[in-house]
Each structure stands twice: as C-alpha cells, then as structure tokens.
C-alpha cells in the first residue's frame, strides 16, 4: 500500500468513487466493486462505500440521484482514513 503513496491512492479513490459510486443509476449496483486487488477496493469494503445500498443503509446517503461533490468527498476521506489506519 505505501509503495503506491497516500496521493496516488487518494487520486484512485476520487477516480473509482466518481466512476462507479456518484452516478444516479449503476447497472451492476452491489458487483462493482472488487473484494480485493487494490488498496481502495478493500476500504471500500470496510466503509461501506462499496455500493449505492450501503451507502443508504450505513450513511443515510439515498440511493438513485448522483452524488454530490461533498457526498464524493465524504467517501473519499472516509477511505482514506481507514487505508491510513491500516498503515499505522
């Protein structure tokens, strides 16, 4: 994980969370995202910024309308504090 570095991770997370979380409508909802494979994956996981569902059921955020940029940068710090908690 720190061989790849906070900001290019964070730069991954921005790109993940903006291509396949904030959009309104997600064909493959609850399947985009990979359990392992990436450092921002697996975060996603543990936060519960994987898929629309969960991000309804464990932060309240609704399903079916696009996320806002401050939504997009909740989940992204979200992720990044757990990746950064691992790290210690």
């Known amino acids: ?3 790849k ?6 730069r991954h ?3 993940f969370i903006s291509k396949r979380l904030a959009p309104a409508v997600i ?4 399947k985009q995202t990979p359990m392992r494979n990436h450092p921002v994956f697996v975060a996603q996981h543990a936060t519960a910024t994987c898929c629309r569902g969960c991000l309804c059921k464990w932060h309240h955020i609704p399903a079916g309308i696009p996320l806002t940029a401050q939504q997009q940068q909740f ?5 990044m504090a757990w990746i950064e908690k691992q790290i210690k």
């Open 13 to 15: 997370a921005e790109d």
């Open 1 to 3: 994980m720190a061989e």
């Open 27 to 30: 064909p493959n909802d609850g």
């Open 75 to 79: 989940a992204v710090d979200l992720i």
């Open 5 to 10: 570095g906070l900001a290019t991770i964070r």
